[in-house]
Structure formats: C-alpha cells, structure tokens
C-alpha cells in the first residue's frame, strides 16, 4: 500500500519560513508527478504546486508563485515545499499527492492517485 506522509508543518510568525517534506513509501514514486495541495477551514481544497517526476518542471499556484519553490529527492523518495514570507492567509492544512501518469493539468486534484494526511500550517500575524 502507498504511504505518503507529510511533515514540517507548524506555527509560525507572518514574514517567516517553512519547509514541509512528504516521504513516499513507493520505489516508483521517482516515475510519478507530486503536487501540493491546502485546504483552509470552510474553504476548498485547492492546488499550491507540483512538480514533474526528474523536478526539471514546477508548477505553482499565483497565490505563492515566487514565495515558494517544490523540489524532489528521488534518490529520498521525498518531496519538498519551501515556503518563505509567509503570510496569515496561507493557514491551511497542506497535502501532499502523487499522480502516477503525471499528464494532464497539474493543479486538478482528482487526477492524483494517492494523498498523505496532511501537516497543519498556522502562520500568526
């Protein structure tokens, strides 16, 4: 069974920095395209960013586009989010998704496969 599990999240003042890691449990995770997705309370899910399965193509929301940059580590299984300037309204509980045929448009959150269970992200103002 495919694992996925998020970690890094935390309270954290306006201005300051994050970086959540996501470990996936399955070898082939290296052929998948990962995303990162939040979902604040009363508010939909929605797409923060992904990232192709070599890493050589990033795809970002224009909510952090320019504050945050995805990475992988295929050799770690691992899939990064670094978040800087964080602000209030980026509270959320952020997700992380794999998406085994990696066509298709990124940010739809039913084309993924698997989910963690999510870090919660508190940024105080």
């Known amino acids: 069974q495919v694992q996925l599990v998020e970690s890094g999240g935390g309270l954290v003042q306006a201005g300051g920095s994050l970086r959540l890691s996501c470990a996936v449990s399955?070898?082939?995770?290296?052929?998948?395209?990962m995303g990162w997705f939040r979902q604040a309370p009363g508010k939909e899910r929605e797409f923060v960013a992904a990232?192709?399965?070599?890493?050589?193509?990033?795809y970002y929301a224009d909510s952090v586009k320019g504050r945050s940059t995805i990475s992988r580590d295929n050799a770690k299984n691992t899939v990064y989010l670094q978040m800087n300037s964080l602000k209030p309204e980026d509270t959320a509980v952020y997700y992380c998704?794999?998406?085994?045929?990696?066509?298709?448009?990124?940010?739809?959150?039913?084309?993924?496969?698997?989910w963690g269970q999510g870090t919660q992200v508190t940024v105080s103002s």
């Open positions: 399955e070898r082939t995770f290296r052929n998948w395209r």
């Open positions: 990232i192709n399965w070599s890493g050589a193509v990033a």
């Open positions: 998704a794999a998406d085994q045929t990696g066509l298709g448009a990124p940010e739809v959150g039913r084309k993924y496969d698997y």
